[in-house]
């Protein structure tokens, strides 16, 4: 069981670039969100979807893009990449039932330079 | 801002000693978790405790909650070097979790 998955791992871009970071879950949860994390802070949630074609933004939303078509995914998209956005990404998950424990990827490390 | 926010921000102890850090948090909750992020790592589900709870215990964990002063604490006894890592509170709400700041602990052997 793998549990959330994140891909890149790593990636550095260039400021105006776009690029988009995968999430993947398998234990069939329903509500999924991305938070960014940078160095000294805890998390700060960017969107998040409590089911396939349902997103909503988060605190703070603007130069990311989001879309659920499928229960297992949940891509970020950076449309235009700016310093700024350099952070650590985290995609979670978890069951609309129960009390709301979250399970976390491994987190996607992005430079913008 | 941020729902809730931990204090201290970094707790350095010895080996075999308890740690103890708070959370203070804004609105009604119907439960309050704590999550641990080791370096470089994502985080992973530590507790949970509900607002009709008071006091909850998992093995070394110990979590309290007193929803009259918006506040939680966990004490980590008899602590170990592997417990260093960050110690964050959050709350749920309707498909979102809000996270405080952190609370960095470092147990020297």
């Known amino acids: 069981n793998a549990g959330v998955t994140q891909t890149p791992k790593f990636q550095v871009l260039k400021t105006g670039q776009s690029m988009t970071l995968q999430c993947a879950q398998d234990m069939n949860h329903e509500y999924m969100s991305w938070y960014r994390q940078d160095p000294g802070m805890g998390l700060r949630l960017i969107h998040y979807s409590v089911g396939a074609g349902i997103t909503d933004q988060g605190e703070v939303p603007n130069g990311y893009n989001v879309s659920r078509s499928t229960t297992e995914d949940f891509p970020l998209r950076l449309l235009s990449a700016a310093p700024s956005q350099t952070s650590v990404y985290f995609c979670?998950?978890?069951?609309?039932?129960?009390?709301?424990?979250?399970?976390f990827g491994e987190g996607s490390r992005l430079t913008v330079l | 801002s941020q729902q809730g926010e931990e204090d201290p921000q970094a707790l350095s102890i010895q080996e075999g000693e308890n740690a103890t850090m708070n959370c203070s948090y804004k609105t009604s909750i119907n439960n309050l978790q704590w999550y641990r992020q080791n370096s470089g790592r994502g985080l992973v589900h530590l507790i949970l405790i509900r607002s009709n709870e008071r006091e909850k215990h998992s093995g070394r964990l110990r979590v309290t909650l007193d929803t009259s002063k918006k506040s939680s604490s966990l004490l980590i006894t008899a602590s170990r070097a592997a417990d260093t890592a960050s110690y964050f509170c959050?709350?749920?709400?309707?498909?979102?979790?809000?996270f405080g700041d952190g609370t960095t602990l470092t147990v020297k052997p």
């Open positions: 979670a998950s978890r069951k609309p039932q129960g009390p709301g424990e979250l399970f």
């Open positions: 959050a709350t749920a709400g309707a498909g979102k979790s809000t």
